[in-house]
């Protein structure tokens, strides 16, 4: 079986389907591109065929490209992979052009009408190919996405969808699906002028179309043609690329190479030719694919992702797929806990103290829905029966026949020993017990249960809708059923899943805290907090320390501080943090949920900038460090703690390191995570950086012992670990 086959009816219409063998979506492969291409010069050779539609033998049309395919073409070019990406490029282009231009002559006389028939969803090159089709019919599949998501894997779209959707719509009216991404259902595509037109039936339609004769010559190809908005040189479309220019540089910080580059290509493609502006297209796709930047991101997120999504650290046990969950605690985090497993359509039992305070965490399920009604993305039916599967109550035994339950109480091991015990006591012997702590550790909960080996933790992080990144914890007698049960239960809510050993912090927090502790201690130096937060974001941080801390609340800082130094004692690091995070506690500036922080609120909570008080309390030195003096020790202090946790066993994978890293607290997306980071810098230079740091601001930058052997071996972390982790391999 091959991934493209055809089939010309009677009426003379050659129908080509996308039905790529063994998988649930359609995916672009060098190999399907030559079929596809050798079908097409078939059906134009053909005088029996009057047309073509090309449609899909699954409920979607395709996923996009192969993003594999890259890879191993880069790999086997040897010492010309720029070349070779850009010959792949080029040929796929070649293979669209002869789509669009269907056997024409120059004159644009003859031709054959060729039409793509989406059943449902068309993402990527899945988009593209229908986008060098005349018409675009697409099914009226509310569920369906159109759209180009490159960019959030760190390429842009570059089998012409850039040029082509440009000159489509105008430099504008695309920007939102190139530059950020933007998917839409159908009726939004056509509206948006994506796809020609949303039907019941889109084979039907398209084989009526291209019996009707239709004209087919696109607008570029037509004497006379003007981009839609103005071209660069154009008054309107000069303010357009002038205020795209400073969009791009303002949301991107210029650290994402993708999106300048495609901001590039339509630039310059629009001031040439159709033709040529597809060659300039190829150029910077073939530019951004060279870069380490958007190796690392393609592999983070999307190989790597998609590996562990798909169970590639599961152990070999039998399926575990999550039936009736119990969720103890409905404060915010157990509240988003039941709302994920409701929507993936488990049976949910939501226990509280109270049953009025287990109805309040059910309501955040029925708010969450109607805010979804209001924007058109849910039902009155579909949030009923969501509801249903939800049972709020006070009682312990409604917790019978759970095979999964999830502990989300208060932080406290006295509390949490009590509800396991109470829990045991209701539900069957196989039953997994979970707990969502995010600093207590699992081997010391586990001795509240005769059944260690049952019982695992599964860390959220808020809000649990929102994030897509879950930390399975194995305590030192978890099993391998139990971490099967968390991974299948994770997939059912569609989350991503990460799996880590028991330590202090886990994986995570434990690397975040430095960061947070990073940018405190240089308050206290009187490094100005602006230049702080600033270099943070610079250098591709979501968010800057100080804000973080604000978000996440300072009174939970001065928890973990003071339950930290309890369990460290003289071995602990932040006395200097802890000065100054126990005095804005004492001065009540707790964070967002006070209006005041390290940032000034107003009356709504919307910040204000740096709280001046802070200045007052920590004078400003007179001489600053440099830029990539304070962001070398922010990102330094988050890495060593990767690379420490690897060292200690904590990662069995770098790959969750990375793909748990950029998920779970945005560590710069753009490097591909803290691995990815550190292989970008080479293992030598990290030492020698981590040798400078350390004698300047102390040894919470001391090298690592296996990044020292590294440096000395001239060894990355992907060469050495690439798809599995032996930290003692040689």
Request: proline share 5%; glycine share 10%.
């Amino acid at each position: 079986m091959t991934d493209f086959t055809m089939k010309t009816d009677a009426d003379g219409v050659a129908v080509i389907t996308w039905d790529v063998p063994g998988k649930s979506m359609n995916v672009m492969s060098r190999e399907s591109m030559l079929v596809l291409n050798d079908l097409i010069d078939a059906a134009l050779a053909d005088d029996a065929v009057k047309g073509i539609v090309i449609t899909s033998g699954k409920k979607d049309f395709a996923g996009g490209m192969d993003l594999n395919t890259l890879a191993t073409i880069r790999a086997e070019a040897g010492d010309e992979p720029a070349k070779a990406l850009f010959d792949f490029t080029m040929a796929g282009h070649h293979m669209l052009r002869k789509i669009e231009r269907a056997g024409m002559d120059d004159k644009n006389k003859g031709g054959k009408p060729i039409a793509a028939a989406l059943p449902g969803t068309a993402l990527g090159i899945g988009l593209e190919l229908p986008l060098a089709c005349h018409r675009i019919f697409a099914a009226d599949n509310p569920k369906a996405k159109i759209g180009l998501p490159e960019i959030m894997v760190g390429i842009f779209p570059g089998a012409g969808g850039t040029t082509r959707l440009v000159r489509k719509m105008g430099a504008m009216a695309a920007s939102p699906l190139l530059l950020e991404g933007k998917l839409n259902d159908p009726k939004k595509a056509k509206a948006a002028g994506v796809v020609d037109e949303v039907v019941d039936d889109p084979v039907a339609a398209a084989k009526d179309w291209v019996l009707s004769e239709p004209k087919i010559v696109k607008p570029w190809d037509e004497k006379g043609y003007k981009m839609p908005g103005g071209a660069p040189y154009h008054p309107a479309g000069f303010m357009t690329f002038v205020g795209a220019s400073a969009m791009v540089n303002g949301k991107t910080k210029g650290v994402y190479p993708a999106a300048k580059a495609l901001l590039s290509a339509v630039y310059e493609g629009a001031l040439v030719p159709f033709d040529t502006a597809l060659k300039i297209e190829a150029r910077w796709f073939t530019h951004v694919l060279m870069n380490p930047s958007s190796a690392n991101m393609i592999r983070s997120l999307f190989i790597n992702k998609e590996a562990l999504e798909k169970g590639a650290n599961r152990p070999d046990v039998p399926d575990q797929k999550v039936k009736k969950v119990g969720v103890l605690g409905a404060g915010m985090m157990g509240a988003g806990i039941t709302l994920v497993s409701a929507m993936a359509g488990m049976e949910v039992v939501l226990l509280d103290q109270s049953a009025e305070a287990a109805e309040k965490g059910k309501a955040y399920t029925a708010d969450y829905m109607d805010k979804g009604i209001a924007r058109k993305k849910a039902t009155e039916e579909k949030k009923a029966a969501t509801l249903a599967l939800i049972t709020a109550t006070d009682d312990y035994a409604a917790l019978e026949g759970c095979d999964l339950i999830i502990e989300a109480v208060f932080e406290d091991m006295g509390v949490k020993a009590e509800v396991t015990k109470k829990v045991l006591e209701v539900v069957g012997d196989d039953c997994i017990f979970a707990s969502n702590t995010s600093t207590l550790p699992i081997t010391e909960l586990a001795k509240a249960s005769d059944t260690p080996e049952q019982f695992i933790g599964i860390h959220f992080f808020s809000p649990v809708e929102k994030m897509m990144l879950v930390e399975i914890i194995k305590g030192r007698e978890t099993g391998d059923r139990a971490v099967a049960k968390a991974l299948d239960y994770v997939r059912q809510i569609r989350k991503t899943p990460i799996v880590v050993n028991d330590e202090r912090f886990f994986y995570a927090n434990r690397c975040i805290i430095p960061y947070i502790n990073e940018g405190i201690r240089m308050v206290k130096e009187g490094v100005a907090p602006a230049l702080i937060e600033n270099a943070a974001k610079l250098v591709g941080m979501p968010l800057g320390p100080l804000q973080l801390t604000d978000e996440t609340s300072i009174d939970l800082g001065v928890k973990i501080a003071k339950a930290t130094k309890a369990a460290m004692g003289d071995a602990y690091p932040n006395e200097e943090v802890d000065e100054v995070l126990f005095w804005m506690a004492d001065e009540g500036r707790l964070g967002r949920k006070s209006n005041a922080g390290f940032y000034a609120y107003d009356e709504k909570g919307k910040r204000q900038g740096l709280w001046e008080g802070l200045g007052e309390k920590y004078a400003q030195a007179s001489e600053q460090p440099d830029l990539t003096e304070v962001q070398h020790r922010l990102l330094f202090a988050q890495v060593l703690e990767a690379v420490r946790a690897l060292e200690e066993g904590v990662l069995e994978d770098i790959r969750e390191g990375d793909v748990g890293a950029i998920l779970g607290w945005g560590f710069a997306p753009w490097s591909g995570g803290p691995f990815g980071w550190l292989d970008m810098l080479g293992a030598a230079y990290a030492a020698e950086r981590c040798d400078q740091l350390a004698e300047t601001h102390g040894e919470r930058f001391a090298c690592p012992a296996l990044l020292r052997e590294m440096a000395e071996k001239g060894q990355s972390f992907y060469g050495r670990f690439g798809t599995g982790t032996d930290s003692k391999a040689a």
